[in-house]
């Protein structure tokens, strides 16, 4: 298997500065975090820092304490602004086992930098509300992405930063104008490494209040968000990166031939859909 394009991500980086965002978010689940070693983690973060003109986000979820805390130390020491940490994945795990995990990490990696918890149950095991107020009144975590997609959650961690402030991050596409317009702070999107400009514009104009453009975009990012959700995750993403002229590597599984089709079919409509959204983007 071969290792990480370095370059590529590096021209990403600059791709997504350009289009506006206030962050990166590196190794998170749509970069494919968990094919990659220790050594080619350290390095990603290590460059995207030296070369973000935005701050860095490093992901550091790992299926073992042991290994996350490795991740943190190395993605720390390369400069990343925050920590975001799943609760470990491929295996189930009851809340109390989720908390002890995040608590344990806590104590491991100091004060030194902002943790951001993160919730990802369509991968891992869900970080329930009540977990996420343990978690918060201990005052080491400095917030949640949640990519859940489920709304009623979402709604309940809302009620929970009004009770005591912390950083709520929106990481699915599905709710993002309807949890930007009720208190999230902001968003975390794989789509938008494909089209940031979209994601940027949606969340200025939910900031401005404007209602119709806010629904005009949205409606254009359920378009490509029903899209790429037709094929195995995040290959629709990743096309629609190389037709932006970015590199993105092959899916890492094979397709089966149907689907190579649609892919097809995906791409011919994204080339038509670009430039009404590029259009309606910069009208924002």
Same mark, same amino acid.
């Given at each position: ?8 991500? &590096? ?103 902002? &943790? ?100 005009? &975009? ?33 899916? &890492? ?32």
């Amino acid at each position: 298997m071969e290792g990480p394009d370095f370059s590529a991500m &590096l021209e990403l980086v600059d791709f997504l500065a350009a289009g506006g965002v206030g962050g990166v978010c590196l190794l998170g689940t749509t970069g494919e975090f968990l094919d990659y070693s220790f050594t080619e983690r350290q390095r990603l973060v290590y460059l995207a820092v030296k070369r973000s003109r935005v701050p860095v986000i490093a992901g550091v979820s790992h299926s073992t304490l042991a290994g996350a805390i490795q991740i943190a130390g190395e993605a720390t020491a390369a400069g990343a602004e925050c920590l975001l940490l799943a609760p470990p994945y491929y295996f189930r795990y009851g809340q109390r086992e989720i908390e002890e995990f995040y608590l344990q990490f806590a104590r491991e990696t100091g004060d030194t930098i902002p &943790l951001l918890l993160y919730n990802i149950p369509q991968f891992t095991s869900k970080i329930e509300v009540e977990t996420v107020r343990k978690l918060i009144d201990t005052g080491r975590f400095a917030g949640i992405k949640d990519s859940s997609g489920d709304w009623p959650h979402f709604e309940q961690l809302i009620a929970l930063k009004k009770e005591r402030p912390f950083n709520l991050l929106c990481g699915d596409e599905t709710i993002s104008a309807r949890a930007l317009a009720a208190g999230a702070d902001g968003l975390i999107s794989g789509c938008a490494c494909a089209v940031p400009e979209l994601l940027v514009a949606l969340a200025c104009a939910v900031t401005a209040g404007d209602s119709s453009l806010v629904n005009q &975009l949205d409606a254009r990012l359920q378009e490509f968000v029903a899209w790429t959700r037709r094929f195995p995750f995040p290959v629709g993403i990743k096309r629609a990166v190389e037709l932006r002229g970015q590199k993105a590597g092959p899916p &890492l599984t094979p397709l089966a031939p149907e689907t190579q089709q649609e892919l097809a079919e995906f791409a011919a409509w994204f080339k038509a859909w670009l430039p009404e959204m590029r259009k309606a983007a910069a009208g924002a």
